[in-house]
């Protein structure tokens, strides 16, 4: 390696709006400030794992357009967990010295990972067994990182569910409907509460509070009497059947994942109080999309915040979001500590302040 410090940038794990606005702060940090070079890794860990590994040298003079931009320039997984990776045969496979020997190879000084707490956890394995230099920075939309009150993509998935509402209230509204709006956040229900308190909901319902069918209907059957022919729902994927089976999507390959809680709860509505309920599923527009300006701020100050901590040398570090300002914690204390909505805490108090059915 020469005298110019290298560093590199990988996206891992789902996408969100915001991942661009991280690299461009990156970008600016790393050689506006410092001088350094910055290589994009493409595909998350699998650039590494790549013989020759595959990247990109970013220019600080091309990167304004990423702030703006949704998805990830570099392309990201969420599969293929490289201490198990899927290989052609079928067979399961360690490619961890690859990544490693991919790191070395390119002769990083540090490596910056944008991920949720999954991928860091592979991050950090993958940096304790090949003394790889790693800063992590918190992304999801699920919100769900620990010791971070935010992380990259949640405002912005918020801001769609919000606004998912804020159409459907006027459906429901015209149709005498129930109308429920099934949103992601895999086992938290971040999503859920922030957005069902921005756009009005008449009953959230998220993991972290049980709820039954008949205190449901009871709210609904409250609101016809009071004159309001319908009723808004959004409901956290995560969350259970009355009885607390998860609810989950199988595809034709026998892959499950989280969905149908929403269709599932409508069933039960129309079984019990007769109304008559539609569902719609957000899905991936969470995801997508331009981010929102809270978002582009928390990218740029992460961005920068990692850069000057390998500046400092302080890894093994995670940039976090508290009370207002970027600090920086051990990633360990990031990954061991899962954050779900506070059931006692401030937004469910404020659901229920303003009237709104948390279903208990
Ligand atoms: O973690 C982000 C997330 O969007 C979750 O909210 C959701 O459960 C999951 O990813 C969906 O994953 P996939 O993109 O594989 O369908």
Not at 183 to 194: E, K, L, P, Q, T
Not at 254 to 265: F, N, P, W
Not at 315 to 330: E, G, I, K, L
Request: aromatic share 4%; proline share 4%.
């Amino acid at each position: 390696m020469g005298a110019q410090k290298r560093i590199g940038v990988l996206t891992s794990g789902g996408d969100c709006a915001g991942l661009n606005a991280v690299m461009r702060a990156v970008v600016h940090r790393a050689v506006g400030t410092y001088d350094w070079e910055v290589y994009g890794i493409r595909q998350a860990t699998q650039g590494l794992m790549s013989s020759p590994p595959e990247f990109t040298v970013f220019d600080i003079h091309q990167v304004g357009p990423l702030l703006t931009a949704g998805g990830t320039v570099l392309g990201t997984t969420n599969k293929g967990n490289p201490f198990a990776f899927p290989m052609p045969d079928g067979t399961l496979c360690d490619r961890s010295d690859d990544i490693i020997a991919g790191y070395h190879q390119l002769g990083l000084e540090a490596l910056i990972g944008i991920g949720g707490d999954g991928s860091m956890a592979i991050l950090r394995r993958l940096a304790v067994q090949g003394n790889l230099n790693l800063i992590a920075i918190p992304k999801t939309i699920d919100n769900d990182v620990g010791v971070t009150e935010r992380s990259i993509g949640f405002d912005t998935a918020v801001n769609t569910a919000t606004e998912a509402l804020d159409r459907l209230h006027f459906h429901a509204a015209s149709h005498s409907r129930v109308m429920i709006l099934e949103v992601m956040g895999r086992d938290a229900g971040h999503i859920a509460i922030s957005a069902g308190i921005a756009g009005g909901a008449d009953i959230i319902l998220i993991p972290e509070v049980p709820y039954t069918i008949s205190n449901i209907c009871r709210r609904i059957a409250e609101r016809q009497q009071q004159g309001k022919s319908y009723s808004l729902m959004i409901v956290a994927e995560a969350v259970r059947t009355e009885s607390g089976e998860p609810v989950m999507n199988t595809n034709s390959l026998g892959q499950s994942r989280l969905g149908g809680i929403g269709q599932y709860l409508a069933d039960q509505i129309c079984a019990s109080c007769g109304a008559e309920t539609r569902v719609t599923v957000l899905g991936h527009i969470q995801r997508g999309g331009t981010p929102s300006p809270l978002d582009r701020l928390i990218a740029s100050a992460f961005g920068v915040a990692a850069v000057d901590l390998i500046a400092n040398q302080q890894f093994d570090h995670m940039v976090s979001w508290q009370n207002r300002q970027v600090v920086s914690v051990p990633i360990a204390s990031a990954i061991a500590q899962y954050r779900a909505v506070d059931p006692e805490g401030t937004l469910v108090k404020t659901a229920r302040g303003v009237g709104i059915c948390l279903g208990d």
